[in-house]
Structures are given as structure tokens and as C-alpha cells.
């Protein structure tokens, strides 16, 4: 079965530190990749996706993913994150056609 | 653009007790998701609907859930008798083909169930 692998559940930044969280996926097909973020008490928001092409993907806020094939991964990085970003960040990954989400990791930026 | 609509935001019922929720996706799009998210863990889908046909309903508990998109548009999700375990944010989402398009997914608010 497909999976997606988020290994840090939890973490916990001050304001200005870089940040980077793993996600790693088991597929060997063409894949799409998304990074949602969730705000406390609202829904989720796509932050950025790779479809195809440059494998460096900006998407809003200031984030950013590489996409790296050979390590199956496509990591979300940010060089400076603000108390705003504090949220619950998902990787999700379509392969054929199947939808899937990674466990989440909880980021708390601290002023 | 209104956006995926959801209602009732939060709901509290007590087990055994039946339980609706309602979506109305984004004018257009075709397809329609009902994913369950369980407290610390992402998103997991119970049912795709193309138009009015539930074309993925493999992760969708049957005995007590059923779901519906009569006309291709709105959608409900019924669970009855709720028990304990079904306590979760129920989450809907919409998309304009039913491969994910270069905007992804766009999901609702939410319904944030209690049984107690």
C-alpha cells in the first residue's frame, strides 16, 4: 500500500529560525505532491504543489519544496518563520489517482 | 467565489444517536470528497463522488455510514447509530476533474463531530 511519511510530529521553533520538514512517500509512478497547512480552527489551505518541471517549488507565505525523486521525498522548508505560521502541516501525495495524506506535523513558533 | 461549504460547523450528539452533514462543493466541480480526520492524524477518505455516481466508497464503514450527491451537486453524509469512535472533524472537498487539477483540492471547513 501507498504511504506518506511525515517524521516529525511535533516541532517547536522561535521566531526567525529556518525550518524544514520531512516528507517521504512510497510510490514509484508519477507522482503530484502538496503541502496543506491548517490554522487552528479553520481548513485546510494548499500551500504549494509539484506537478512537474523545476523540482523547487514556492508556493505562498514564504515556503518552499524540493521535490527529490531519488530519495522520494519533497521536504517544506522556510528560511525565517514568524508566530503566524504556528499550525498542523500535511503532505499529500496523488498517485494514481489516490489521494494521500501524511500523519501531520504540529509546528508552534514561539514568539 | 463562495468556496466548499460545510454545516453544521460543530455538532455534539450523544451514541447510537443518527448524525447528517452537508456540503455544497464549488460550482462546477465534478468531483466531491468526504474525508474523516481523526484528532492528531491527516486526512483519510471515506467516499468520491463523480457527478452523482460514488465511484471510490472502499474506506467507507457501510454499515453505518452512508453518504449521497442526489442531483451531482450537494452532498450529505449520514451516520447511524454514531458511537464513540466516530468523533472527528468530517471534511469535505471538491475538485474540477477527477484527476487532482493544477489547484489541487480545495476543502471545506469542516464539521467537527462529538459523540459523547
Known amino acids: 500500500a501507498q504511504s506518506v511519511s511525515q517524521h516529525n510530529h511535533h516541532v517547536i521553533l522561535s521566531e526567525a529560525a529556518s525550518l524544514e520538514l520531512g516528507c517521504n512517500y512510497s510510490?514509484?509512478?508519477?507522482?503530484?505532491l502538496f503541502w496543506y497547512v491548517q490554522y487552528p480552527g479553520q481548513h485546510l489551505q494548499l500551500l504549494l504543489k509539484y506537478f512537474s518541471g523545476d523540482p523547487l517549488v514556492k508556493g505562498i507565505k514564504g515556503f518552499e519544496a524540493e521535490f527529490i525523486k531519488s530519495k522520494f521525498s519533497f521536504n517544506l522548508r522556510k528560511p525565517s518563520v514568524q508566530w503566524s505560521d504556528t499550525a498542523e502541516y500535511f503532505c499529500?501525495?496523488?498517485?494514481?489517482?489516490?489521494?494521500?495524506f501524511g500523519t501531520g506535523t504540529s509546528l508552534t513558533v514561539i514568539p | 467565489e463562495a468556496g466548499v461549504v460545510q454545516s453544521p460547523r460543530y455538532k455534539i450528539i450523544e451514541k447510537k444517536q443518527p448524525v447528517a452533514f452537508w456540503c455544497n462543493p464549488i460550482?462546477?466541480?465534478?468531483?466531491l470528497y468526504w474525508y474523516r480526520q481523526n484528532l492528531g492524524q491527516g486526512p483519510e477518505l471515506l467516499i468520491r463522488?463523480?457527478?452523482?455516481?460514488?465511484?471510490?466508497d472502499s474506506q467507507l464503514p457501510k454499515d453505518r455510514f452512508s453518504a449521497e450527491r442526489l442531483k451531482g451537486v450537494d452532498s450529505t453524509l449520514k451516520i447511524q447509530p454514531a458511537e464513540l469512535g466516530d468523533s472527528a472533524v468530517y471534511l469535505c472537498?471538491?475538485?474540477?476533474?477527477?484527476?487532482?487539477?493544477?489547484?489541487?483540492?480545495?476543502f471545506g471547513s469542516g464539521t467537527r463531530l462529538t459523540v459523547v
Open positions: 460550482s462546477g466541480h465534478n468531483t
Open positions: 463522488y463523480e457527478n452523482e455516481e460514488a465511484v471510490d
Open positions: 510510490y514509484g509512478g508519477t507522482v503530484n
Open positions: 472537498a471538491s475538485s474540477a476533474h477527477p484527476t487532482v487539477t493544477n489547484y489541487g483540492y480545495t
Open positions: 499529500a501525495v496523488n498517485a494514481a489517482n489516490q489521494f494521500y
